[in-house]
């Protein structure tokens, strides 16, 4: 079982509308969570973080995290084509180690 | 700050040969990490850095490849001899532990060395 787990999509939504990508972990002991954004052939980004469950909300981004459930998420409200991107989900597990999801290609449709 | 710095940006080598990578990390930041990137595998750490000195290696997929921090402001990831396998994207990002209640605070990524080994 990998440590952190993601769809990898490819997910596409018109603009406007509100896209999900989810993301679960492994380690029940991890206590921080990142996301990440990669345009291709760029380098990541990051574009939230969340250490506490329940949303955290950053202008058209909300990060959603369930400790029990070991499941974070991230909500896109309005998409926008330069959302176009993969999105990484990062988690800073219980032994101090980093890993990150394999990747959710987004396509936001005009 | 200009942020994490790679180089070079491309190399294109030959099976065999000694392939080294360099990274110098945003000043301040203690912590530095040495990523690879496929399109088969993602994001993968090979190795990581706290105050200079290695904390986790486990990553590093065999002895051909090593890493080294000799002070705060530079790294090198050298492959000795590289196989086509090899070819990826190398990422350096750095951190800062300092004052971060997880112990590891976000991480800012350099532009990446796109490897070719022919």
Request: charged content about 20%; glycine content about 8%.
């Amino acid at each position: 079982q990998k440590e952190v787990e993601q769809n990898s999509g490819p997910l596409s939504v018109p603009e406007g509308a509100i896209a999900s990508l989810n993301c679960t972990y492994s380690d029940r002991g991890s206590q921080s969570f990142f996301w990440y954004r990669q345009y291709s052939g760029k380098s990541p980004e990051l574009i939230m973080f969340i250490y506490s469950n329940g949303d955290k909300e950053d202008g058209r981004f909300t990060a959603q995290l369930n400790k029990a459930s070991q499941y974070v998420s991230l909500l896109i409200r309005d998409s926008q084509p330069s959302d176009s991107a993969t999105y990484l989900c990062a988690v800073n597990s219980a032994g101090n180690q980093f890993y990150f999801g394999t990747g959710t290609s987004l396509t936001v449709i005009p | 700050d200009a942020g994490v710095i790679q180089s070079p940006r491309h190399e294109v080598t030959e099976m065999g040969q000694e392939v080294t990578l360099r990274c110098k990390p945003i000043s301040g930041h203690n912590s530095l990490f040495w990523y690879r990137q496929t399109m088969m595998r993602g994001l993968e750490l090979l190795i990581y850095f706290n105050n200079n000195v290695p904390i986790d290696d486990s990553g590093m997929p065999e002895d051909r490849f090593s890493a080294k921090m000799p002070n705060a402001s530079f790294s090198t990831l050298k492959i000795q001899p590289s196989e086509p396998r090899d070819s990826a994207v190398y990422f350096c990002a750095s951190s800062s532990t300092r004052g971060s209640r997880s112990g590891h605070d976000e991480q800012f990524f350099g532009p990446g060395t796109r490897l070719t080994v022919l």
